[in-house]
């Protein structure tokens, strides 16, 4: 199985700052087709998933922009260039290169 | 409204049997992949499963091959997890998720149920 390692745990920032989260996985993530099945969650207490980021640095329908992905291979990167009220939560990559699909630990992003 | 909806949660004792529902509306339901997630108090997403628009394709995660099966109905726009052998360590809330259409290329999990509570415990 594909092991996916996200770093920081937490992360405290001000609202109005930038933060900025790492996910590494143990075998690279691009699929034959050329595609990089990698993939941004966030999970607001209380509520399920949302879908942030696709295939890598493609953001969803209705994501601000201020969110935005990077990475290949094996790290991967999610930046947000200024953090709002509604960013707080906890923050998962996930990879659908290989079966089973897995998900990173998760990241809590707290206000400071 | 494009929605998943799961229902069918509850207690269970070890050794049980549960059968979730994932009721689907808003969109084409059988030309869709659908996943099954689940998340222990307090720890992180963890995948389960998934179908194919037919129902003649399906995939788990080992922890739960042999004991969980997925299946649908696209007439009643529906996913079913039948869930035998249960174990402590099965208790978790499980969501539905929309998984992509064959050809795409599109992966992700764009749309997600609410989730339904499962615990097991004597």
């Known amino acids: 199985d594909i092991v996916m390692t996200q770093t920081p745990l937490s992360l405290s920032v001000t609202p109005g700052q930038p933060a900025s989260i790492s996910c590494k996985s143990s075998?690279?993530?691009?699929?034959?087709?050329?595609?990089?099945?990698l993939y941004w969650y966030l999970q607001r207490p209380g509520q399920p998933p949302q879908l942030l980021i696709y295939?890598?640095?493609n953001r969803f329908s209705g994501v601000p922009d201020r969110f935005s992905g990077s990475g290949s291979g094996t790290d991967f990167t999610l930046k947000i260039s200024r953090v709002e009220a509604e960013d707080f939560g906890v923050y998962y990559c996930?990879?659908?290169?290989?079966?089973?699909?897995?998900f990173g630990q998760g990241t809590k992003v707290e206000i400071k | 409204e494009v929605q998943l909806v799961e229902s069918g949660g509850g207690l269970v004792q070890p050794g049980g049997s549960l059968r979730l529902s994932c009721a689907a509306s808003?969109?084409?339901?059988?030309?869709?992949?659908i996943t099954w997630v689940r998340q222990a108090p307090g720890k992180g997403l963890e995948w389960v499963g998934n179908?194919?628009?037919?129902?003649?394709?399906?995939y788990y995660v080992d922890s739960v091959r042999g004991r969980f099966t997925i299946s649908r109905d696209n007439a009643e726009n529906s996913l079913y997890l039948q869930m035998n052998s249960l174990r402590d360590e099965d208790t978790a809330v499980y969501y539905c998720?929309?998984?992509?259409?064959?050809?795409?290329?599109?992966?992700?999990?764009?749309?997600w149920g609410q989730g339904t509570m499962v615990t097991v415990s004597s």
């Open positions: 996930m990879q659908s290169t290989q079966l089973p699909k897995t």
């Open positions: 295939d890598v640095s």
């Open positions: 179908m194919n628009p037919d129902g003649s394709d399906k």
């Open positions: 075998q690279s993530l691009l699929h034959g087709d050329g595609k990089t099945y």
């Open positions: 808003g969109f084409s339901f059988s030309d869709y992949w």
């Open positions: 998720a929309r998984d992509g259409r064959p050809g795409s290329g599109f992966r992700a999990f764009d749309i």
